[in-house]
C-alpha cells in the first residue's frame, strides 16, 4: 500500500457509494436482479459484504420476486438472514400492494404511438445488448411497472414467469407493452422472439391483460409491430 493511504473504515464503502450513484443516473434499468437485493440488503447489512448473500437467497427461492415473497421464517432459514433482514424484506411487497391499492396518475401515460416511443426510446438509452422488457399499464393506460425480463434477448425459461404474474396480480394491470433492445441487429422480431412473444400473449391473455405491442429497437431504428399489423 502506498505510504500515507488510510485503509477505510467499511472496505465496502466505496463498492456502495458507486452503486447508488449508479442507481441515481439511471434507476433500476440495467441491475440484475441480486445487485437489487444486494442493495437492499445494505439497508439491514451496514458493514458486511452483501452480495454473497444476495446470491444465496436467489440461488434458494430462484427469482428476486419469490425471494420478496417469501415467508418472514422462511428467509430466516438461509444462513446470515436475521429478523431485521427478513422483516425489511417482507415489508417491500405490503408497501407496494399498498401503494397499489391507491389511485395515482404520476407515471407516464402510454396511450398513444408517440408517448409509447417516447416512454420506450428513453428506456433504451442505457441498454447495452439485447433487453427484453415488458411494460404494464392500467386501464388509463399509464406505468404501472416495467419488467426487465431478459438482457439476453427471449433465451429465458418458465421460470421468469412468476415475475410477470406477480407483478399483474400486484396492481391492476389491463393493458401492457414488450419491448426489446438488439444493438447488433435488427429491429424486427426474428422468429425465436415471435415465439416467445407468443407465448408471452397467451400468459398475458389468461390474465385478462391485452398485449397492445412490441416495439424494436436497435441504434439506430425501431419498429412496431401493431404497426406492421403483425400483432
Not at 404511438?113 to 404494464?136: D, F, G, I, P
Request: glycine share 6%; charged share 20%.
Amino acid at each position: 500500500m502506498p505510504p500515507g493511504k488510510k485503509i477505510p473504515r467499511n472496505l465496502h464503502e466505496n463498492h456502495r457509494s458507486r452503486m447508488w450513484e449508479r442507481f441515481r443516473q439511471t434507476g433500476a434499468v440495467g441491475f440484475s436482479s441480486h445487485q437489487l437485493l444486494e442493495m437492499l440488503l445494505f439497508f439491514s447489512i451496514p458493514r458486511r459484504d452483501t452480495n454473497p448473500l444476495a446470491h444465496q437467497l436467489m440461488y434458494r427461492f430462484g427469482s428476486l420476486s419469490e425471494a420478496l415473497h417469501a415467508r418472514s421464517e422462511t428467509l430466516q432459514e438461509v444462513p446470515g438472514v436475521g429478523p431485521s433482514t427478513a422483516s425489511l424484506i417482507a415489508l417491500l411487497p405490503e408497501l407496494e400492494g399498498y401503494y397499489w391499492q391507491k389511485p395515482h396518475y404520476t407515471q407516464p401515460r402510454l396511450k398513444e404511438h408517440k408517448q409509447v416511443l417516447a416512454y420506450l426510446s428513453k428506456l433504451m438509452e442505457t441498454a447495452t445488448a439485447n433487453e427484453r422488457y415488458l411494460v404494464l399499464l392500467d386501464g388509463h393506460y399509464y406505468v404501472q411497472n416495467c419488467l426487465l425480463l431478459s438482457e439476453t434477448g427471449f433465451s429465458w425459461d418458465d421460470r421468469f414467469f412468476p415475475n410477470i404474474v406477480n407483478a399483474i396480480r400486484l396492481g391492476e394491470t389491463t393493458f401492457a407493452i414488450l419491448s426489446g433492445y438488439n444493438r447488433d441487429g435488427s429491429p424486427v422480431p426474428n422468429m425465436n422472439d415471435q415465439m416467445s412473444i407468443k407465448r408471452i400473449t397467451r400468459l398475458l391473455t389468461a390474465m385478462d391483460v391485452r398485449l397492445l405491442d412490441y416495439v424494436g429497437f436497435n441504434q439506430t431504428q425501431h419498429f412496431s409491430m401493431h404497426r406492421a399489423k403483425m400483432l
